[in-house]
């Protein structure tokens, strides 16, 4: 990316199921990192999915933002040292998120392109967080 993010994913979802979804939209080259449940002991809401992102994205937690439409998301990202932001476009109501405390909640795409400073990015990168199959590192994204 050249605004300097890394995108990775941090999912429950099994890897091929992960795989097919990314290679049928066309977009599994913009993921520097993905880690699914079968490929960690514990799953989230544990931390070693997040460890393992993190790991693999080659910074530390502390520079990644979570991006979590799940109470869960929020717990691993917490469990990680992460930074975490609750969306509102996943199945768990937006207050549900809230009482998990976020760091940042938000409820429309374009607040997490102004809190990144992204507000004028190149058009891949908008539709990919637009699609909301992403994730952030360097800062990096997890989604």
């Not at 699914?36 to 999915?49: L, Q």
């Not at 509102?88 to 940042?104: C, E, M, Q, Y």
């Not at 992204?118 to 199959?133: A, G, V």
Request: proline share 3%.
């Amino acid at each position: 990316m050249d605004r300097g993010f890394n995108l990775a994913i941090a999912t429950n979802e099994l890897r091929e199921n992960l795989d097919m979804l990314l290679t049928t939209f066309g977009i599994d080259h913009m993921f520097k990192a993905t880690c699914c449940a079968d490929e960690v002991r514990h799953p989230k809401p544990w931390p070693d999915m997040g460890r393992k992102v993190v790991s693999r994205l080659g910074t530390h937690a502390t520079r990644a933002l979570m991006l979590g439409d799940s109470v869960c998301d929020i717990e691993m990202a917490r469990n990680n040292r992460m930074q975490t932001c609750a969306v509102s476009w996943g199945a768990t109501s937006f207050d549900r998120l809230i009482v998990a405390s976020p760091n940042i909640a938000i409820t429309d795409f374009t607040q997490l392109l102004d809190i990144l400073g992204l507000s004028n990015t190149n058009p891949e990168f908008h539709s990919i967080f637009h699609n909301r199959t992403t994730g952030i590192s360097e800062t990096s994204l997890v989604y």
